[in-house]
């Protein structure tokens, strides 16, 4: 079945620099999409890629979707305190709705 | 806009024992829900699709007389883990799709700790 890792599993930086996350799936997807979830809550969405080589941010965050539309990337400038938690990319198949998620990367960040 | 919400919170239930846990997205209607499992640090996993008026569509692995799913309106989903053993234990998050909108992104409710002593 389709499998979508991350990497890093886990990041620890320092408040003020940056962070990226990589995200691959054995198979092509119809779209990536990515949510965030803090210590103890929920997925929270983030955004959603579809196109082949897209690319979009959100204030310090670049969301990449690969032009193979089998890897993206997550990238946070300048991290602050309040970018702690999981991040998990989430990729869709086909014409169905259902995700598969990735492994997710935690990070942390300190002062 | 888009919140679903999730009842029981938390739940310690005897081994042996069935827990229902209801999802319900309470400002929009939702065609079709997901119910996913989460150990603890570790990533999410899908363990059915609820399709409002149909039966449910169940992931490979997962036991469909074990994990009852019910989608009887386009606001409530449950799910009933019928006789509950300790390996059951886990966190159990449901999502909902807006249904006018097609595949896009999904709203998750805020999870069942399940606990099974």
């Known amino acids: 079945g389709q499998q979508v890792m991350q990497i890093p599993q886990y990041q620890h930086v320092q408040e003020g620099e940056d962070f990226t996350t990589y995200c691959n799936s054995s198979?092509?997807?119809?779209?990536i999409q990515w949510y965030k979830q803090r210590p103890g809550g929920h997925p929270v969405f983030l955004i959603q890629?579809?196109?082949?080589?897209e690319v979009k941010k959100q204030k310090r965050l670049t969301f990449q979707f690969g032009e193979a539309k089998k890897n993206s990337s997550l990238h946070i400038t300048a991290t602050q305190t309040t970018d702690v938690g999981t991040y998990f990319c989430a990729g869709g198949a086909g014409t169905a709705s259902k995700l598969t998620f990735g492994t997710g990367t935690r990070l942390q960040v300190t002062l | 806009g888009a919140v679903v919400s999730q009842h029981p919170s938390r739940v310690i239930c005897k081994s042996g024992t069935s827990v229902k846990i209801e999802c319900r997205s309470l400002?929009?209607?939702?065609?079709?829900m997901f119910w996913y499992r989460q150990f603890p640090k570790q990533s999410l996993m899908l363990m059915a699709t609820?399709?409002?008026?149909?039966?449910?569509?169940?992931e490979q692995g997962v036991e469909k007389d074990k994990f009852l799913i019910n989608h009887a309106s386009l606001t409530l989903s449950t799910l009933t883990v019928t006789s509950a053993h300790p390996e059951d234990s886990s966190f159990y998050i449901c999502s909902a799709e807006v249904s006018d909108r097609g595949k896009g992104e999904q709203f998750f409710g805020p999870g069942t700790r399940l606990t099974v002593l």
């Open positions: 198979t092509t997807l119809s779209n």
């Open positions: 890629l579809v196109k082949s080589g």
């Open positions: 400002d929009f209607q939702a065609t079709t």
């Open positions: 609820s399709n409002e008026g149909s039966k449910a569509t169940y």
